[in-house]
C-alpha cells in the first residue's frame, strides 16, 4: 500500500522522519534511521560555533515519558559541513536543523550550512532548556517569528520549516506569523515545559540543567490539539511530532491535520526499527478502514466537522 | 531493546557502601545493589551538581557492585574525595558484554591500564569453568599496575609488562599479548585499553585466524540508545547498545576504529600515533 505523503514540495516515501535531537548526531546515524524504516531524517540541531551543551544527567524517562536538557551539544557549522556530505546517496531527504541567538545568526547559519546537501531546513524557536535561544529567548512570539522566519526565507530556496512551542499560547497565531515570514511548512511541536524532576532521596534536581523539555507519550495529546488548532487558523503543511510512538498516533495526528509525523522519544520504547513498524501500523490501519491512501485521513477531524 | 510505556530511568542515589585503593591513582568503588550483570557491561554513575558519567564494572559478587575508576578528570577528583557512606546516583546495566563459548579450552585477556577492569570480572567469572585463560595485565610503571595481588591467587597465568621495566616484562601489553598468540593455541582473544592497542592486537587475531572481542569506548549522554553521542562511523551502532563490546572484526569494519571519536560537542578527535606509549 502506498503511504507516501509530501510537505509542499519534499517528497516522503513514507510519512515518517526521525526528529531532530535524537541520533542525528551523524551522518552514519541518519544511514542506520534510513535503513530502519524512516520516511527522512531531520539532524540534531547546529549553531554557529561549537557546543558542548549541558552537562549530565542530560536526559532521564519517567512514568509519562522522556525529559531532557542536553542543551543543543554540536560541532559547529563548520565541522557539521564535514559530517553531512553525500547526503543525496542515502535514500531519502535530509532536512538541516538550525539555531541561532537573533534573526542574523539564523539567517548567517542559513547561508553556511544549508547549499549543496540538504533537502530542506528546519529552524527550531522553541527550544525550552538552552539559554540564549528557543523560549528563554522569547523566539516563540510572533512578532519573532516572523521576523525570523523572513530572514531566513532571503538566504535559502529550500522548504523552510519552522518548529514551533507547545506552549506559544495561542499556537496558531505563532503558525500564521511563520506563515507570513515565508515559511513552507510547520513541524509541530517542540518538547513541551520545561519540566522538572527531584531525586527524593537527597532532594537535588536530577538532570544538571535543572529543568529539561518533556517529550513523548505525555506529550502526545497536546501535539495532537496544537496540530488541530494550528490546521484550523493557516493553511501550510504541519509535520506533527511529539510522542508518536505507534501507527495510531500518527493516524491521530494526521487527522488533526499533520502530513507527515517526526519520532524521536518512540525510539526508546520501540528502537530505530519504530519507522518500519509505524509505517506497517499504519497500512494495517487504513487497509482495516478501507482508506486507500494518507489523503483520505490528513484532516479528516476537520473535514467531518463541516 | 523495546521498552515498555511508563518505564522509568533516573539515578538511583545509594551510599558507598566500599572504597578500596588500588594505587596511586585508582580506587575502586563499591554500591549494595542486586544486578544480574555481565563482564563489558557499563553503568552510569551521577554526582549531584557535578555530572554523570559511565564507567565500566569491574566487580559483581554478593550483592555488591564495583567500579575500578581512574583519577582522570573533573567528574572523578570529585568522586574521589567522596567518603563510605556518601551518596551516589547509579543507573545500569547497560550495554553488550564479552561472550565466551563453551567449547573455549584456552583464551587470551588483555588490557592496558585500566582497561583491565571488566576483563578481570571477566576472569572471576570464568573462574569455576574449565577454561585455561591467558592475562595480559600491563602499565606504564608497578605502581600503576592493577589487581596484581587477586590475579596471582587466581586460576589464571598472568603476564605482566610496565613500560619501564618496574615489574614484568619491560614493554607493553602487546608484546606480552602477541607472545602468548604465538606461543598457545588461543581459541578467543578479549581487549580492552587504549584503542591503538586493540586495534593492533585484533588485526593480528584477523591475520592468525583467532575470534576477537573488544571494548571500545564513547562519549555517551543518555546510555539508553537515543542521544546519539557514542554512535560508530559507518554503521551508526551504538556503542550504548549495540556495544561497548563487539567483535574485532565488527570493529575494523569501522572506518572510526582506532582513528578517532567525538567529543562532547560531538567533534572528532583523533587518536594520536603514540596513544600505545600511554598505557
Same mark, same amino acid.
Given at each position: 500500500?502506498?503511504?507516501?505523503?509530501?510537505?509542499?514540495?519534499?517528497?516522503?516515501?513514507?510519512?515518517?522522519?526521525?526528529?531532530?535531537?535524537?541520533?542525528?548526531?551523524?551522518?552514519?546515524?541518519?544511514?542506520?534511521?534510513?535503513?530502519?524504516?524512516?520516511?527522512?531524517?531531520?539532524?540534531?540541531?547546529?549553531?554557529?560555533?561549537?557546543?558542548?551543551?549541558?552537562?549530565?544527567?542530560?536526559?532521564?524517562?519517567?512514568?509519562?515519558?522522556?525529559?531532557?536538557?542536553?542543551?543543543?551539544?554540536?560541532?559547529?557549522?563548520?565541522?557539521?559541513?564535514?559530517?553531512?556530505?553525500?547526503?543525496?546517496?542515502?535514500?531519502?531527504?535530509?532536512?538541516?536543523?538550525?539555531?541561532?541567538?537573533?534573526?542574523?545568526?539564523?539567517?548567517?547559519?542559513?547561508?553556511?550550512?544549508?547549499?549543496?546537501?540538504?533537502?530542506?531546513?528546519?529552524?527550531?524557536?522553541?527550544?525550552?532548556?538552552?539559554?540564549?535561544?528557543?523560549?528563554?529567548?522569547?523566539?516563540?512570539?510572533?512578532?519573532?517569528?516572523?521576523?525570523?522566519?523572513?530572514?531566513?526565507?532571503?538566504?535559502?530556496?529550500?522548504?523552510?520549516?519552522?518548529?514551533?512551542?507547545?506552549?506559544?499560547?495561542?499556537?496558531?497565531?505563532?503558525?500564521?506569523?511563520?506563515?507570513?515570514?515565508?515559511?513552507?511548512?510547520?513541524?509541530?511541536?517542540?518538547?513541551?515545559?520545561?519540566?522538572?524532576?527531584?531525586?527524593?532521596?537527597?532532594?537535588?534536581?536530577?538532570?544538571?540543567?535543572?529543568?529539561?523539555?518533556?517529550?513523548?507519550?505525555?506529550?502526545?495529546?497536546?501535539?495532537?490539539?496544537?496540530?488541530?488548532?494550528?490546521?484550523?487558523?493557516?493553511?501550510?503543511?504541519?509535520?506533527?511530532?511529539?510522542?508518536?510512538?505507534?501507527?495510531?498516533?500518527?493516524?491521530?495526528?494526521?487527522?488533526?491535520?499533520?502530513?507527515?509525523?517526526?519520532?524521536?522519544?518512540?525510539?526508546?520504547?520501540?528502537?530505530?526499527?519504530?519507522?518500519?513498524?509505524?509505517?506497517?501500523?499504519?497500512?494495517?490501519?487504513?487497509?482495516?478502514?478501507?482508506?486507500?491512501?494518507?489523503?483520505?485521513?490528513?484532516?479528516?477531524?476537520?473535514?467531518?466537522?463541516? | 531493546?523495546?521498552?515498555?510505556?511508563?518505564?522509568?530511568?533516573?539515578?538511583?542515589?545509594?551510599?558507598?557502601?566500599?572504597?578500596?585503593?588500588?594505587?596511586?591513582?585508582?580506587?575502586?568503588? !563499591?554500591?549494595?545493589?542486586?544486578?544480574?550483570?555481565?563482564?563489558?557491561?557499563?553503568?552510569?554513575?551521577?554526582?549531584?551538581?557535578?555530572?554523570?558519567?559511565?564507567?565500566?564494572?569491574?566487580?559483581?559478587?554478593?550483592?555488591? %557492585?564495583?567500579?575500578?575508576?581512574?583519577?582522570?578528570?573533573? !567528574?572523578?577528583?570529585?568522586? !574521589?574525595?567522596?567518603?563510605?557512606?556518601?551518596?551516589?546516583?547509579?543507573?545500569?546495566? @547497560?550495554?553488550?558484554?564479552?561472550?565466551?563459548?563453551?567449547?573455549?579450552?584456552?583464551?587470551?585477556?588483555?588490557?592496558?591500564?585500566?582497561?583491565?577492569?571488566?576483563?578481570?570480572?571477566?576472569?572471576?567469572?570464568?573462574?569455576?569453568?574449565?577454561?585455561?585463560?591467558?592475562?595480559?595485565?600491563?602499565?606504564?610503571?608497578?605502581?600503576?599496575?592493577? @589487581?596484581?595481588?587477586?590475579?596471582?591467587?587466581?586460576? &589464571?597465568?598472568?603476564?605482566?609488562?610496565?613500560?619501564?621495566?618496574?615489574?614484568?616484562?619491560?614493554?607493553?601489553?602487546?608484546?606480552?599479548?602477541?607472545?602468548?598468540?604465538?606461543?598457545?593455541?588461543?581459541?578467543?582473544? @578479549?581487549?580492552?585499553?587504549?584503542?591503538?592497542?586493540?586495534?593492533?592486537? &585484533?588485526?593480528?587475531?584477523?591475520?592468525?585466524?583467532?575470534?576477537?572481542? &573488544?571494548? %571500545?569506548?564513547?562519549?555517551?549522554?543518555?546510555? !539508553?540508545? %537515543?542521544?546519539?553521542?557514542?554512535?560508530?562511523?559507518?554503521?551508526?551502532?551504538?556503542?550504548?547498545?549495540?556495544?561497548? &563490546?563487539?567483535?574485532?572484526?565488527?570493529?575494523?569494519?569501522?572506518?572510526?576504529?582506532?582513528?578517532?571519536?567525538?567529543?562532547?560537542?560531538?567533534?572528532?578527535?583523533? @587518536?594520536?600515533?603514540?596513544?600505545?606509549?600511554?598505557?
Amino acid at each position: 500500500m502506498d503511504i507516501s505523503t509530501g510537505i509542499g514540495k519534499l517528497k516522503l516515501k513514507n510519512p515518517t522522519l526521525l526528529a531532530s535531537g535524537i541520533l542525528g548526531v551523524s551522518r552514519a546515524s541518519l544511514k542506520n534511521a534510513i535503513a530502519n524504516g524512516a520516511g527522512g531524517c531531520v539532524i540534531k540541531s547546529i549553531s554557529l560555533e561549537e557546543r558542548p551543551g549541558h552537562n549530565a544527567p542530560n536526559i532521564i524517562a519517567f512514568e509519562g515519558g522522556l525529559m531532557n536538557a542536553v542543551g543543543y551539544s554540536n560541532p559547529g557549522v563548520e565541522e557539521a559541513k564535514k559530517e553531512f556530505i553525500d547526503l543525496k546517496s542515502l535514500g531519502a531527504p535530509i532536512v538541516a536543523s538550525i539555531i541561532g541567538k537573533d534573526t542574523d545568526e539564523f539567517a548567517e547559519m542559513a547561508a553556511k550550512l544549508l547549499p549543496g546537501e540538504f533537502s530542506a531546513v528546519e529552524a527550531v524557536l522553541s527550544c525550552p532548556h538552552t539559554p540564549g535561544y528557543g523560549t528563554m529567548a522569547g523566539q516563540n512570539t510572533p512578532e519573532n517569528t516572523e521576523s525570523i522566519t523572513k530572514a531566513i526565507r532571503k538566504k535559502t530556496d529550500l522548504p523552510l520549516f519552522i518548529k514551533i512551542s507547545p506552549d506559544s499560547q495561542p499556537i496558531g497565531e505563532v503558525a500564521k506569523a511563520a506563515e507570513a515570514g515565508g515559511a513552507d511548512a510547520i513541524v509541530a511541536v517542540n518538547t513541551m515545559g520545561p519540566g522538572m524532576a527531584i531525586d527524593i532521596e537527597t532532594g537535588e534536581p536530577i538532570l544538571d540543567f535543572k529543568i529539561g523539555g518533556v517529550s513523548g507519550p505525555a506529550l502526545h495529546p497536546i501535539a495532537v490539539r496544537c496540530i488541530y488548532d494550528i490546521r484550523k487558523s493557516c493553511r501550510l503543511p504541519i509535520i506533527g511530532v511529539g510522542g508518536v510512538t505507534f501507527g495510531k498516533d500518527a493516524v491521530e495526528m494526521m487527522m488533526a491535520g499533520a502530513s507527515a509525523v517526526e519520532i524521536g522519544s518512540g525510539i526508546y520504547y520501540r528502537e530505530i526499527s519504530i519507522f518500519k513498524k509505524v509505517c506497517e501500523e499504519i497500512k494495517d490501519f487504513l487497509k482495516g478502514k478501507n482508506f486507500s491512501s494518507l489523503q483520505d485521513i490528513i484532516g479528516l477531524t476537520h473535514k467531518i466537522e463541516k | 531493546m523495546e521498552r515498555p510505556l511508563g518505564t522509568i530511568e533516573k539515578p538511583k542515589v545509594l551510599p558507598i557502601s566500599k572504597i578500596i585503593v588500588e594505587n596511586e591513582r585508582v580506587k575502586t568503588f !563499591f554500591f549494595n545493589i542486586e544486578w544480574e550483570t555481565r563482564p563489558g557491561q557499563f553503568a552510569i554513575l551521577w554526582i549531584p551538581r557535578v555530572n554523570e558519567k559511565p564507567f565500566c564494572i569491574s566487580h559483581n559478587e554478593n550483592g555488591e %557492585i564495583g567500579f575500578t575508576i581512574c583519577h582522570v578528570g573533573d !567528574f572523578t577528583h570529585k568522586l !574521589f574525595d567522596l567518603k563510605v557512606g556518601d551518596p551516589v546516583g547509579i543507573r545500569g546495566p @547497560y550495554g553488550s558484554w564479552f561472550k565466551t563459548e563453551n567449547d573455549y579450552k584456552t583464551i587470551l585477556l588483555a588490557g592496558g591500564g585500566y582497561g583491565v577492569a571488566p576483563l578481570y570480572n571477566l576472569a572471576k567469572s570464568l573462574e569455576k569453568k574449565d577454561i585455561q585463560i591467558h592475562f595480559c595485565n600491563g602499565a606504564r610503571t608497578n605502581k600503576q599496575l592493577l @589487581y596484581i595481588k587477586q590475579l596471582k591467587q587466581a586460576n &589464571v597465568s598472568l603476564h605482566i609488562s610496565t613500560d619501564d621495566g618496574s615489574q614484568g616484562q619491560k614493554g607493553t601489553v602487546i608484546d606480552t599479548a602477541i607472545k602468548c598468540l604465538e606461543e598457545d593455541k588461543i581459541d578467543c582473544a @578479549y581487549f580492552c585499553g587504549p584503542e591503538l592497542m586493540e586495534k593492533k592486537l &585484533v588485526e593480528l587475531c584477523i591475520k592468525k585466524n583467532i575470534p576477537s572481542q &573488544v571494548s %571500545i569506548e564513547r562519549y555517551m549522554k543518555c546510555g !539508553f540508545g %537515543i542521544c546519539g553521542q557514542c554512535c560508530l562511523d559507518d554503521s551508526g551502532d551504538r556503542m550504548c547498545q549495540e556495544g561497548p &563490546v563487539i567483535s574485532g572484526i565488527k570493529a575494523m569494519q569501522h572506518s572510526e576504529f582506532g582513528k578517532y571519536h567525538r567529543n562532547k560537542s560531538g567533534v572528532k578527535q583523533y @587518536y594520536e600515533n603514540n596513544q600505545t606509549k600511554k598505557l
